[in-house]
Nanobody, 122 residues
């Protein structure tokens, strides 16, 4: 089985920074895409940022250059550096692993973490 474990969430004041981490563990051969989504109360889950195994990135427009995604492929880890946080960034942040190849498997899988809360408030 595969597990995604997030860490690094918390409470910060507007303008502050947080760094989220997500480690994927299990019977993993490779992960094509790792990324972060977020979901605020009463709203749909939305993409924040994602990165392919080769290093291509995609960011949501609301990131506006404030967030940076990075990966450590050998360690199946993805990071999200969040700077200049705004109250509107308050949400549960979820790690996502997309097109995961497992040893001895003949198809790809997608996995989600349990989420880590980010609260931005003065």
């Amino acid at each position: 089985q595969v597990q995604l474990v997030e860490s690094g969430g918390g409470s910060v004041q507007p303008g502050g920074s947080l760094r989220l981490s997500c480690v994927a563990s299990g019977n993993i051969f490779s992960i094509e895409v790792m990324g972060w989504y977020r979901q605020a109360p009463g709203r749909q889950r939305e993409l924040v940022a994602q990165m392919t195994y080769g290093g291509s990135t995609k960011y949501a427009d609301f990131v506006k250059g404030r967030f940076t995604i990075s990966r450590d492929n050998p360690k199946n880890t993805v990071f999200l550096q969040m700077n200049s946080l705004e109250p509107e960034d308050t949400a549960a942040y979820y790690c996502n692993a997309e097109r995961v190849a497992l040893f001895n498997a003949d198809r790809f899988y997608d996995f989600w973490g349990q989420g880590t809360q980010v609260t931005v408030s003065s």
